[in-house]
């Protein structure tokens, strides 16, 4: 084989391979972390218990007040407390919150009412962040101690409440309700502080055996909070995961990652001082941050199998009608760590708008509370994607506040940002139009070399080596430069985007010509069979290296209707606004490739002059 032919098939092998690479990259863009070797659980527990018990004389003293013990028999009652932003439920058995509603988000930014995945104009479900069904009573606010006669005392007998019935908060009314419980030894005071107007609840805990603070009591987060609509998840509506500040970085946490083979409970210590640590989904999470960073955090979680209405669960389950009916839920709770002495614990539960936690950010200094975004798994692209997600987020807002339309406003977008290509594009393509214009000649220049090679010539010949510095020259002249630039400058866009959809909010429910959500999959799959056409017949229109050879050919034909084919399978079931961005730049790119190709046939450039043969007589 000729050096040219070799060099032809490492190209075509390398942009296979940069191509292959790029899709799986997207495939596996949000895969779960690294599987934790459970069997360290227990070690990582241990060192991560290390935290020692403040000294009693260190502790603030609390105003003594009269505990009367609470029987067994205490019917249990529900408190009911509103405000313009959410709505709470707290069952006085443990004192613990049995149902969240978010309302609204409301922000500098804007204000936006929320409903629970699934609503539509018809039916508005609200936004329970609790999940419902939960056999454990893992609710929000239990406490464990590692004893299970004392967590049992804690979370299972009825509470004291302050105040009964239901509290209405409005402008910027603040309430403190109280939970006390006396059993035995054990005294129990929860106490909370409401604010109308933030998602911010102050939650202090006092909890003593024989009058001496409870050591290594730890507050439960979750369990699985999120949007409880969600029926199945995927790679863009997550489970519950767990994330925590540890100071240094975020540490991110799937709850699939916990457990043994078939194992339907699992756990993971996390190690270091942590600043805040909570349970969210990709919209909405709960964090708890304590007065001082505390080591000794943990996640535990539990497996079930739920029965859901028949769905589809990818592009194969769809072509072959073949509908699931059961999905696996995992159930995150996180354990966090905290010193039961009255110090206020904040309670942050709403939004992950990056807009709204921006502005708790600058309310929680030094806490970086935006961290519960997560941009990206890999921190490999996420320094970059994360400052140009924020970039389109603003640009999508700003061009919004004029459409009035987010699906406009990305379509807009998409115009504005492809048309900043087109003059590249024209460039490259007059490159590849020069290239082929001398296809013919350097087929001719490499079928001599051939016959060269037959005769026995060898290479260090002066004829061979004439040929082959013709050869370098044609190639040089005729070399497409900049062809990969475009779509090598768009991909990273491509991935900052559906992190622009995911961290805003406001693409959240918002519905554009048939699709009723930008942030969730078109419920028809229109825009999956529209991308990989319009990517086809992008693909036709634009020139290509120039083919001289049968492999090539076929090497181009593989390129142009398999590319689609396996970019429609790592599309199934994206966010509709990342779709529409592709599809509309499509159809761009091909409008933008038709006009180029009129261009160039009335503005050719000429092709080089080269005679082949020039130098060396065509005779051996």
């Known amino acids: 084989m000729s050096d040219n032919n070799q060099s032809t098939t490492q190209r075509f092998l390398i942009a296979a391979a940069l191509s292959m690479g790029v899709l799986l990259l997207w495939t596996y863009l949000f895969p779960p972390p690294k599987k934790v070797d459970v069997a360290n659980t227990n070690a990582n527990t241990a060192v991560a218990n290390t935290q020692t018990a403040t000294p009693e004389a260190a502790k603030p003293q ?66 329970e962040l609790v999940l419902q069904a939960n056999p454990k009573r893992e609710f929000p606010f239990r406490l464990s101690t590692g004893d299970k006669n004392t967590d049992a005392t804690l979370n299972e007998r009825n509470y004291q409440s302050s105040a009964d019935g239901e509290i209405l908060l409005n ?31 102050d939650l202090k805990i006092t909890a003593t055996r024989n009058g001496q603070t409870i050591a290594n009591t730890k507050l439960l ?47 993971l210590a996390v190690a270091g001082n942590i600043t805040w640590a909570g349970v969210g989904d990709t919209y909405f999470a709960m964090a708890a941050i304590p007065a001082q960073p505390s080591a000794g955090l943990e996640y535990h979680a539990t497996k079930i199998v739920n029965e859901v209405e028949p769905y589809y669960d990818g592009i194969i389950s769809f072509i072959t009608q073949n509908k699931k009916t059961k999905v696996d839920r995992h159930l995150v709770t996180a354990h966090v760590p905290f010193t039961a002495d009255g110090s206020v614990t904040q309670i942050y539960t709403g939004s992950k708008d990056y807009f709204t936690l921006r502005d708790y950010d600058k309310k929680l200094v030094d806490k970086n509370l935006d961290g519960f975004i997560n941009y990206s798994n890999y921190s490999l692209i996420r320094f970059f994607v994360k400052p140009m997600a924020k970039g389109l987020l603003y640009a999508l807002t700003a061009i919004y506040g004029v459409v009035g339309n987010f699906g406009v406003a990305i379509i807009v977008f998409t115009l504005i940002f492809y048309s900043m290509f087109f003059p590249l594009r024209w460039y490259s393509s007059r490159s590849f139009k020069k290239a082929q214009a001398n296809a013919p000649k350097m087929k001719e220049l490499q079928d001599r070399l051939k016959a060269y090679q037959k005769k026995g010539i060898a290479a260090d010949d002066p004829r061979m080596r004439e040929l082959q510095v013709e050869q370098l020259k044609m190639t040089k002249d005729s070399l497409p430069i900049g062809g990969c630039l475009p779509l090598l400058l768009q991909m990273p866009f491509f991935f900052a985007f559906f992190s622009a959809i995911t961290i805003g909010l406001d693409f959240r429910q918002a519905g554009f010509l048939w699709l009723p959500d930008l942030s969730s999959n078109d419920p028809f799959h229109i825009l999956e069979f529209l991308f990989a ?18 492999e090539q050919k076929m090497q181009q034909k593989m390129m142009t209707y398999l590319m689609p084919v396996m970019m429609l399978y790592a599309m199934w079931g994206n966010p509709a606004g990342l779709l529409l961005y592709w599809v509309f730049g499509n159809i761009v790119s091909f409008v933008q490739q038709f006009i180029i190709n009129k261009l160039n046939k009335t503005n050719e450039p000429p092709a080089p002059d080269m005679t082949i043969g020039k130098l060396v007589p065509k005779k051996a």
């Open 221 to 267: 987060i979750g369990t699985a909070i999120g949007d409880q609509g969600i029926k199945f998840h995927n790679y863009y509506h997550i489970e519950a995961e767990g994330v925590a500040n540890t100071g240094n970085e975020i540490d991110r946490q799937t709850a699939s990652v916990f457990f043994k083979e078939n194992a339907v409970e699992g756990s």
């Open 533 to 550: 056409g319009s990517m086809a017949g992008s693909m036709m229109f634009t020139p290509t290296s120039p083919i001289v050879t049968d």
């Open 171 to 201: 402008g910027n009314e603040s309430k403190e309700v109280s939970f006390k419980l006396k059993a035995g030894d054990v005294e129990v005071t929860k106490s909370f502080t409401f604010h109308a107007d933030s998602y911010l609840t």
């Open 62 to 127: 609390q105003p003594a007040q009269p505990i009367v013990e609470t029987p067994d028999d205490t019917p249990n009652k529900v408190l009911s407390i509103k405000s313009p932003l959410y709505q709470i439920k707290f069952d006085t058995k443990g004192a613990l919150a049995t149902s969240w509603i978010l309302v609204k988000n409301v922000s500098t930014h804007s204000e936006k009412v929320l409903w629970a995945e699934g609503s539509n104009n018809d039916t508005q479900i609200p936004l």
